[in-house]
């Protein structure tokens, strides 16, 4: 199940959890941009972005609210 809050330790893990979505981010943006081939949720999330008119990162969120 879920653990208890560590409120000591909470500032600490949270800056670690942000910069590891801010590598994820930038991992699946530098795949994206070298044409080197993603995820198939990557590969949804960019055609509609495209055919909706809005941003990849918009969608993405959008997408994980979504799902």
Known sequence: ???PIKWETFPRDFL??????LLFGLAISLMIQGN???SAWAVLEVALAYKLGI???AMTVA???LC
């Open 36 to 38: 080197l081939g993603t």
């Open 16 to 21: 670690r959890i942000q910069i590891g979505f």
């Open 55 to 57: 941003s990849i990162g």
């Open 63 to 65: 997408m994980g609210f």
């Open 1 to 3: 199940m879920f653990k």
